[in-house]
């Protein structure tokens, strides 16, 4: 699929959420709730509109990935607000320090017992820019 394609569709996702957002307020439902159905829908399962090739998309994949958590980090700090000298924000980054150190382990333990690679390749297998 080419790179255009995945911006688009991913776009169209991302506009189609944020003006169903006032409807899926009042359902018991959070927004990530409903991109896993939608990815299926698009997926080869369903209307067959996205093909993922991991190899040929990885670079546009990874760059979509690193856009999304951008945008989920700046609105989950936008929704706290509180000045950013509030003790309040000591909880969020303790959290997130600390589910960052579950993700790091837990792809570290899939790399080395999934692909058998070496410790410190593994560790930095999650973050480690890809060279072109």
Request: proline share 6%; hydrophobic share 60%.
């Amino acid at each position: 699929m080419e790179p255009l394609s995945w911006y688009f569709v991913a776009g169209i996702v991302l506009c189609a959420m944020a003006i169903a957002a006032t409807v899926i307020r009042r359902l018991p439902l959070s927004t990530s709730m409903l991109y896993l159905p939608i990815g299926w829908a698009l997926g080869p399962h369903s209307l067959n509109a996205i093909h993922i090739e991991i190899l040929n998309d990885a670079a546009v994949l990874e760059q979509i990935t690193k856009a999304i958590i951008l945008i989920s980090l700046f609105s989950a700090g936008l929704k706290m607000r509180l000045p950013i000298t509030s003790r309040l924000w000591f909880l969020s980054l303790r959290l997130a320090f600390l589910s960052m150190l579950i993700t790091v382990g837990l792809i570290s333990l899939a790399g080395i017992f999934l692909f058998g690679l070496p410790a410190g390749i593994a560790m930095l297998m999650g973050e480690y820019p890809r060279p072109n």
